[in-house]
């Protein structure tokens, strides 16, 4: 069957509602994918040797930092936008005046949080 | 008056055909001569009149209309049970599971805002870390026991929502079934491993 099904991403014209909604699954996946270089980490600190030596080496690169740093900001905007939508499903901030603004206010929060964690990690 | 009649059963069967009534055409032909409007109401009050036992019941409008409960036969239920009308529609639609994946996404995103907190601050700063110090404070018990709470509960929490994913953009059953099996089975794994891998350090 080739009826169309929803969502129908392309269909309509880029809005903070929509934009910071797609925003919410990629985090997600992208934070899935951490979740498991993480499961990974621990399990190679618990082997030791050589393989908690390449794990670190890969995680302290550049290239690691530079994912580590996209994650805590993945992290930081989906634990903002998923407050966001707890009080969405409590039946809180429905209105679409509200709804933008929280949407930015998210935005914000993520800046913050993602500042926040990487200065308490570098100034310690 | 005979004109205004004339015209008012000219107007009559026209009416009737839009309703597709036979009734209502046959009794608007027999009172031609009264106004086709009168003969309409005649034959929608004479419907339902024919079907009444009591005719008072319209009459009187404070009249409670009192209906026997019956009670529904075992008998029957076990014949629906037995149908397999029920068989095809058990377990489809809105009634499956929907209520508590819903439910438990919420929750475990609820416990997740400390825990990530915790680990978005912990974690980043021991990634540099040499492995005795990481193994030192994974095998702190309150690290472990936080450590272990947060990759069960955000692995929950991941699975649910890439199923969500894959159900929203797989669109054939069969591969899409596979999918979600096998993101359930990297979480339970990834869950499974890094708990062991804990336990080991702590002991």
């Given amino acids: 069957m080739s009826r169309p099904l929803s969502p129908h991403l392309t269909w309509y014209k880029p809005q903070i509602t929509s934009t910071l909604s797609i925003l919410h699954r990629f985090t997600g996946i992208v934070l899935a994918l951490g979740a498991v270089a993480l499961s990974w980490w621990v399990a190679a600190v618990a082997i030791g040797g050589e393989t908690y030596a390449g794990t670190a080496w890969l995680y302290t690169s550049i290239a690691g930092q530079i994912v580590l740093f996209g994650w805590t900001l993945a992290l930081a905007f989906h634990l903002s936008n998923g407050i966001r939508h707890l009080f969405w499903d409590a039946g809180i901030g429905f209105d679409m005046p509200t709804v933008n603004r929280s949407g930015i206010a998210v935005l914000v929060m993520t800046a913050l949080l993602t500042l926040a964690v990487w200065l308490i990690v570098l100034l310690a | 008056m005979n004109d205004k009649g004339k015209n008012r059963q000219d107007d009559a069967p026209a009416k009737a055909s839009e309703k597709t009534s036979a009734v209502d055409a046959s009794s608007a032909?027999?009172?031609?001569?009264?106004?086709?409007?009168?003969?309409?109401?005649?034959?929608?009050?004479?419907?339902?009149?024919?079907?009444?036992?009591?005719?008072?019941?319209?009459?009187?409008?404070?009249?409670?209309?009192?209906?026997?409960?019956?009670?529904?036969?075992?008998?029957?239920?076990?014949?629906?049970?037995?149908?397999?009308?029920?068989?095809?529609?058990?377990?489809?639609?809105?009634?499956?599971?929907?209520?508590?994946?819903?439910?438990?996404?919420?929750?475990?995103?609820?416990?997740?805002?400390?825990?990530?907190?915790?680990?978005?601050?912990?974690?980043?700063?021991?990634?540099?870390?040499?492995?005795?110090?990481?193994?030192?404070?994974?095998?702190?018990?309150?690290?472990?026991?936080?450590?272990?709470?947060?990759?069960?509960?955000?692995?929950?929490?991941?699975?649910?929502?890439?199923?969500?994913?894959?159900?929203?953009?797989?669109?054939?059953?069969?591969?899409?079934?596979?999918?979600?099996?096998?993101?359930?089975?990297?979480g339970l794994l990834l869950g499974v491993g890094a708990v062991a891998a804990l336990i080991h350090l702590a002991l």
């Fill in chain 2, 29 to 186: 032909q027999k009172s031609a001569d009264d106004s086709a409007v009168d003969s309409h109401n005649e034959a929608r009050e004479k419907q339902p009149a024919n079907d009444h036992q009591d005719d008072d019941a319209g009459e009187d409008g404070n009249e409670v209309i009192k209906v026997e409960r019956t009670p529904t036969s075992p008998a029957l239920l076990s014949q629906l049970r037995h149908s397999n009308h029920y068989h095809q529609a058990r377990g489809l639609g809105a009634g499956r599971a929907g209520a508590a994946t819903f439910r438990v996404q919420r929750l475990t995103a609820m416990a997740l805002i400390p825990l990530a907190i915790w680990f978005a601050v912990s974690v980043v700063r021991m990634s540099t870390a040499s492995q005795a110090a990481a193994a030192a404070w994974l095998a702190w018990p309150v690290n472990a026991v936080i450590m272990a709470l947060f990759i069960v509960i955000a692995l929950r929490h991941a699975v649910i929502g890439l199923q969500i994913i894959l159900e929203d953009y797989v669109h054939h059953e069969g591969l899409r079934a596979v999918c979600v099996l096998v993101v359930k089975a990297i």
